[in-house]
């Protein structure tokens, strides 16, 4: 089996910052894309940014320039750095991997930006 286990999510002032984690473990022989997706409040899951295993990265277009994506192959960890927060990040975000050409989703963590 394979889990992925997400941290760093939780409340933050307009203009802040923070650093979400996502740890993939189990039984793991590849991992191809990893990423962020986020669901906002009455609103539909949408991508926040991707990485691939070779290291391309793509965002949404609400995030350039604001939010870094990166990844620690060796740990099996993506981990984006979230900068100059809007009230509109607010949303649950959940990370994404594909783990031996399966798709996992974690569990999700809240991030919540005030004004």
């Known amino acids: 089996q394979v889990q992925l286990v997400e941290s760093g999510g939780g409340l933050v002032q307009a203009g802040g910052s923070l650093r979400l984690s996502c740890a993939a473990s189990?039984?793991?022989?590849?991992?191809?894309?990893m990423g962020w997706y986020r669901q906002p409040p009455g609103k539909q899951r949408e991508l926040v940014a991707r990485?691939?295993?070779?290291?391309?990265?793509n965002y949404a277009d609400s995030v350039k320039g604001r939010f870094t994506i990166s990844r620690d192959t060796a740990k099996n960890t993506v981990y984006p750095q979230m900068n100059s927060l809007k009230p509109e990040d607010t949303a649950v975000y959940y990370c994404?991997?594909?783990?031996?050409?399966?798709?996992?989703w974690g569990q999700g963590t809240q991030v919540t930006v005030s004004s």
């Open positions: 994404r991997a594909i783990v031996n050409n399966y798709i996992y």
């Open positions: 189990g039984n793991i022989f590849s991992i191809n894309n």
């Open positions: 990485i691939t295993s070779g290291g391309s990265t």
